[in-house]
């Protein structure tokens, strides 16, 4: 199975910009379709981008389209997400995830997840 570690999270202002990344290690990350969710202090985990295993598909929430950007380097074992225009709602705990059925939004599609990388956006 894979292993995912996260990592480009910190403190921003309000219009800033931050790319996380995500390392995988164990299998390599073109047998998954890859996503990013996050989870705020007190909400649901939500669904933020996915891509899919050649990366030449990829789905937003309407809450970071054209704002947030999903990538992958799969010769890296690497999948970013660079998120610009910051808000102050984008605080979350982000974490990415690997599915391995086609491109979803749907949290329990995604077997395996990383252990989080919080992003925190001042006003």
């Known amino acids: 199975q894979v292993q995912l570690v996260e990592s480009g999270g910190g403190l921003v202002q309000a219009g800033g910009s931050l790319r996380l990344s995500c390392a995988a290690s164990?299998?390599?990350?073109?047998?998954?379709?890859m996503g990013w969710f996050r989870q705020a202090s007190g909400k649901e985990r939500e669904f933020v981008a996915a891509i899919s295993y050649s990366g030449g598909t990829t789905s937003y929430s309407d809450s970071v389209k054209g704002r947030f950007t999903i990538s992958r380097d799969n010769a890296k074992n690497t999948v970013y997400v660079q998120m610009n225009s910051l808000k102050p709602e984008d605080t979350a705990v982000y974490y990415c995830?690997?599915?391995?059925?086609?491109?979803?939004?749907?949290?329990?599609?995604?077997?395996?997840w990383g252990q989080g990388t919080q992003v925190t956006v001042s006003s």
């Open positions: 164990g299998r390599p990350l073109s047998s998954y379709v």
């Open positions: 995830a690997a599915s391995q059925v086609p491109i979803t939004r749907h949290m329990d599609r995604y077997a395996y």
